[in-house]
């Protein structure tokens, strides 16, 4: 259900614009800035979905997930938990797609290594 | 002992024949017999009839397409004109007052408070609640749940209802059940049409002797004795005729079914079975499809005084309809409530309060089938599902990811930028006019939500996104230097000099589309700026048979020829498949398969097919993010620089396109939310009045600036297995920064970045290099 409890009320002005690619000075993986508006709103469907796939109902956290990602498209926590629910719901290969971009978006970041790494390995196993 | 003959016979007993009163008695007892025995021949026969009738489906539902549902939250920027008519299209009424039911909206300033309906799509069940949405300029500023009163983060508004599935009857009915029904509204129907239906047995006597008496003294037919009953009977079994033969089947029917079914179910079915209006060419039928219709809201909530204004209808719907006269309707409404006081169903106080109340009817908008091309793709899509028969008489609930506020858009767009092309536009046949096409597509999870196929689907079906094969022109032209990516770079040089290629024997002489003086470009300036010659060369050294591999892993379903002029897109693509193509690029090089059917749910609610976002990888990120890179110079410096005088002030990435004599004008642009197509042509290729920039990249902004909610501003992440280097223009290389006049930072894949300094700059004395320039200065002074 779309309609969650308030954990941090996003008001703020809307995003500021990414810096443009083709001015990036730093060669290192370009940071996101903080998220603005549509992308907390995001992240709230990214938890609701979180709880689903914890519910064992992979349907529903891929229709949620769905609606996480057109919001925040470069989300990598979107992806990973798109290949936990369609690991749930034994379609390997959607579950490797989409560990792929999630590894792509996570890159980096350590809280999500471990994570990712189970993940592969999941799959992997799921696909043998 | 032998007989005597002469012996008297005994005189011979004499039948004795029956008295003629005795035989008709016989005859009478033989023909009651035998017409009892058909009766109850004919009874039993009605009884099956009546069971296999009610058994099974009752009514033929047509199915229903829906929208997608809204996500709105706090910070979000909104049309407010646009959500306002989504609202209204929702069926939420304008009220002046706090809204106290579901459906109610109240417009304030800066503040709209509204009572949401309850949403029941698959996966969610929520109930209506109060909220208050509070804006900031074009922004939501926050959202608060008046019941509980706290903020929350985002809520979801219900899917619109695109289409019907009619079958030949076009009938409109929403199934309930009697214990959905106020009492009140059941008892208003008794009072209106049969007020001892719990006493008879299907035909009421003493009903069709007071009927008799009326109509004797006025001369007139005033009243007829039809039970709801046989009412029933009529509507489902009966052709509608006057006739003696006729009532009699009725009241057979009526009475078999009274022997049937219990009267709660008869009530039930009737109240289900009514004809209680018109919607246009759409019959209502039914207290649940009629209480929508006529108050907004589910039967349930209907209150004493609607339900009276209900049951008034049913003697003849369109006269009494508060549409056509509110003043009859409140006479008739008042009648069936002074019934319902006499046969002390409601009090006298109940009776004058409903009575005061005045007939309010919501208000409809005439039925009309929504994004009419979209849904049509939508039939294609289930036609391999269920057959024609099964959409018009299965009820059910088809959603879909088509977003209406987007869709309308589109459609306002593409008239107003059809409506631009001035004189080529106006005064035309309609079918030697221009045509146009829009797409709207969410390039990570491949959501339709807006498909507009023509420019008047009245005038013409044909969806020229999904029917048409249309020249892509240099709209191909991405494709052409992905295949390149894998040996050069977005620095390397290719020729800009006019050459003869050989086309199946013939002499082929490619042209830029205006002259451009350098023998030499870079493959981003030759993309950004749509240079035919260098597309050519670099396609003829990426290799042709290469070309036509990656278009055909982007998912073209074209027959191409590997041959020069395959660079400049000089075959025909389905627009559909170009869109999806494009959206590779956006999504990190995984092509998503095109959505538009997302669940189809039974009547019951149970789900029927579910379709997802699928994904599958064409490219490597790191290629896609290099390809969006160099299509967002082509927006920025080259062909779709005119975006920015036309308002767009976000980043984008896009690529136009013109056909050979200006045949075929596309554009299509993205940013990490959303990809647009747009295209603009005749259907008989007759040359429009300017090229894509002119004619179709104006359409396109026109319309991103309505659908900006959809929009973050956000750009799209460098991947894994690029590297950013500064470079010297003239030569590729890794620029000297002192030395190489002109530099610019440029994206590489990781395996093939120059790792050279500049060897032609190397010797370059920078105070030599100021001599020369203030040397020139002097000169050109």
């Known amino acids: ?128 | 002992m032998k007989k005597n003959k002469t012996q008297k016979p005994r005189p011979k007993k004499r039948k004795k024949r029956p008295s003629r009163t005795r035989r008709t008695l016989k005859l009478i007892c033989l023909v009651t017999v035998l017409l009892t025995a058909s009766l109850a021949g004919y009874l039993f026969y009605l009884s099956t009839e009546i069971d296999k009738r009610f058994s099974g489906r009752r009514w033929s539902i047509p199915s229903k397409v829906f929208s997608d549902t809204t996500i709105l939250y706090p910070g979000q920027e909104i049309h407010k004109v646009s959500l306002e008519k989504k609202l209204r299209n929702l069926g939420y009424r304008n009220v002046n007052y706090k809204p106290r039911e579901k459906g109610e909206i109240r417009f304030l300033k800066n503040t709209w408070e509204l009572f949401l309906n309850d949403l029941q799509v698959p996966h969610t069940n929520r109930k209506g609640f109060p909220l208050l949405l509070t804006f900031k300029g074009n922004h939501i500023h926050s959202i608060l749940n008046l019941q509980t009163q706290k903020p929350i983060p985002l809520f979801e508004l219900e899917p619109e209802l695109l289409m019907l599935f009619f079958g030949p009857e076009r009938e409109q009915r929403r199934l309930i059940s009697i214990k959905e029904i106020p009492g009140h509204t059941i008892q208003a129907v008794l009072a209106a049409e049969d007020n001892r239906f719990y006493e008879h047995f299907g035909m009421d006597p003493l009903s069709i002797l007071r009927a008799l008496y009326v109509n004797l003294r006025h001369g007139d037919i005033r009243q007829g004795g039809s039970t709801i009953t046989q009412q029933l009977a009529k509507n489902y079994f009966l052709v509608p005729e006057r006739t003696f033969t006729r009532k009699i089947k009725e009241v057979f029917l009526a009475v078999t079914m009274e022997f049937t079914l219990a009267k709660d179910e008869i009530i039930e079915i009737y109240l289900n079975e009514i004809y209680l209006g018109q919607k246009g060419s759409i019959s209502i039928n039914g207290i649940g499809e009629a209480s929508r219709f006529y108050f907004g809201k589910h039967p349930g909530r209907l209150t004493l005084d609607e339900g009276a204004v209900l049951a008034g209808l049913i003697r003849a719907p369109n006269l009494y309809s508060p549409y056509a006269d509110k003043e009859r309707c409140t006479l008739r409404r008042n009648t069936v409530l002074k019934a319902m006081n006499k046969l002390g169903w409601i009090s006298q106080e109940q009776m004058a309060k409903a009575i005061s109340k005045p007939v309010r009817p919501s208000g409809y908008e005439s039925y009309r089938k929504q994004a009419p091309y979209f849904v049509d793709y939508v039939s294609s899509q289930l036609s391999s599902l269920y057959p024609a028969e099964a959409l018009s008489s299965l009820g059910l609930s088809i959603y879909t990811t088509l977003d209406t506020e987007v869709q309308r858009a589109a459609e306002a767009a593409l008239v107003r930028g059809l409506k631009r092309l001035g004189p080529f536009d106006a005064g035309q046949e309609p079918n030697t006019k221009p045509q146009g096409a829009l797409l709207v597509i969410q390039p990570k999870t491949g959501y339709i939500l807006a498909m507009v196929g023509g420019r008047e689907y009245g005038e013409s079906q044909f969806n020229r996104l999904t029917q048409a094969r249309r020249q892509p022109g240099s709209a191909f032209k991405p494709f052409v230097f992905l295949t390149g990516l894998d040996h050069f770079t977005p620095a390397t040089r290719f020729s800009n000099e006019a050459k003869t290629y050989r086309i199946e024997g013939k002499p082929w002489n490619p042209k830029n589309y205006s002259p451009i003086p350098d023998k030499e470009v870079t493959m981003r300036t030759a993309l950004a700026k749509s240079i035919n010659l260098a597309t050519v060369d670099l396609a003829i050294k990426a290799g042709l048979d290469r070309v036509v591999e990656t278009a055909l892993s982007f998912g073209f379903s074209s027959r191409f020829t590997p041959s020069p002029s395959l660079a400049l897109g000089s075959f025909e693509v389905i627009p559909l498949e170009l869109a999806c193509a494009y959206c590779a690029f956006a999504a990190d090089g995984s092509l998503p398969q095109p959505l538009s059917v997302k669940d189809v749910m039974d009547e019951k609610g149970k789900s029927m097919e579910r379709r997802y976002m699928t994904v599958r990888k064409v490219t490597t990120p790191a290629k896609a993010f290099i390809m969006t890179s160099m299509l967002q110079s082509a927006v920025l410096e080259g062909t779709g620089r005119g975006l920015k005088a036309l308002g767009i002030d976000f980043p984008v990435a896009g690529k136009t396109g013109t056909t050979n004599d200006l045949k075929d004008a596309w554009f299509v642009g993205y940013t990490p939310e959303l990809l647009t197509l747009v295209w603009v042509g005749f259907d008989h290729a007759k040359p429009l009045p300017g090229s894509a920039s002119d004619v179709a990249l104006p359409i396109w902004a026109d319309l991103m600036k309505e659908v900006k909610q959809h929009l973050s501003g956000g750009w799209f992440v460098m991947p894994p297995g690029v590297v950013g280097k500064e470079i010297c223009i003239e030569s590729g290389q890794l620029a000297l920064p002192s030395k190489c006049p002109q530099r610019r930072r440029e994206f590489f894949l990781e395996e093939n970045a120059p790792k050279e300094y500049c060897t032609l700059h190397a010797d370059y004395d920078p105070m030599e290099r100021l001599i020369k320039g203030v040397k020139n200065l002097i000169r050109n002074f």
């Not at chain 1, 890159?107 to 999500?112: A, I």
């Open chain 1, 1 to 128: 259900m779309l309609c969650i409890p308030l954990a941090r009320c996003a008001t703020g002005p809307s995003l500021a614009p990414l810096p443009d690619p083709a001015l990036s000075k730093e060669e290192k993986p370009e940071v996101e800035p903080a998220p603005g508006p549509g992308r907390l709103a995001s992240l709230q469907l990214t938890e609701h979905a979180r709880l689903l796939i914890e519910e064992k109902k992979p349907d529903e956290a891929i229709r949620t997930l769905e609606r996480a990602v057109n919001l925040y498209p470069t989300n990598g926590g979107n992806y990973y938990y798109l290949a936990e629910a369609w690991l749930l719901k034994g379609n390997v290969r959607e579950a490797g797609e989409f560990h792929g971009i999630a590894a792509m978006y996570l890159r980096g970041r350590g809280e999500w290594k471990v994570r990712l790494t189970n993940q592969r390995e999941k799959i992997s196993k799921a696909s043998r």
